[in-house]
């Protein structure tokens, strides 16, 4: 899901409008951003009005129309009012709805696409080559590189060895000649037997300096 959100935001202005501080900043570079979508839709119907491509007027003056709502609403707020209708909507929510007109510009394209190749296969292959460079590559590398992580990951953790604290290891060992099954002492109990027997050493050694010896029983 990351990785999707991340590819989306790459198409939307949410990278410039994050970097900037200053809201005014902010107003302008999204009022020329919207500028620049309106030019583009109103070179759309006529030609195609002549050529009878309905459906790609159709959707030219909707983009054309929701571009000039963006700009004239947002151009009318000062950079505080701004600040505070990105911050109600969150940064990543308005940077997706602000590039949605200019993402209709590619959409009629792709469509004028379909219309003039005549082929559902051949418009699927042009669309495909045009998304390649800027789309379709990285968006492959990135998930062949985030595929890769994860398997490199996934066999470190299987192949590092568990331990938590030390480990009590029994094994049982056959031998080929029919002898009886050996049993493998486990680690864990020979620590505490060597650490109990320092531990009554010490105990001697402080009995005898203090000039309490062992108990003798003198009875025969």
Known sequence: MDLAIQ?????????NIHAMDDYADVLTYLVGYWEWDIEAYRTYP????????????????VFLTMAEWMHFVYSGLTSEELRQRIH????????????????????????ELVVI???PVLACALIAASMFPALIFPLVLS????????????????????????????????G?????????VAVKPIVDEIE?????????????????????????
């Open 88 to 111: 109600a909507i969150g940064h990543r929510t308005f940077a997706i709805l602000a590039v949605i007109p200019r993402l209709g510009v590619i959409i009629i394209h792709n469509m």
């Open 117 to 119: 190749a005549d082929s």
């Open 46 to 61: 006529n030609p195609n009005l002549r050529a009878d491509n309905t459906y790609i007027v159709l959707c030219a003056l």
């Open 7 to 15: 590819f989306i935001l790459q198409l939307t202005p949410f990278a």
């Open 176 to 184: 080929h000649s029919g002898s009886n099954p050996v049993r493998v």
């Open 143 to 174: 998930g062949a590189r985030e595929l890769r992580l994860w398997i490199s990951n996934r066999w470190r953790s299987q192949r590092a060895p568990k331990r938590n604290g030390i480990e009590a290891i029994s094994l049982t060992m056959t």
């Open 196 to 220: 109990v027997s320092h531990r009554h050493n010490r105990h001697l050694r402080s009995s005898e300096g203090s000039g309490f010896g062992p108990v003798v029983d003198e009875c025969n």
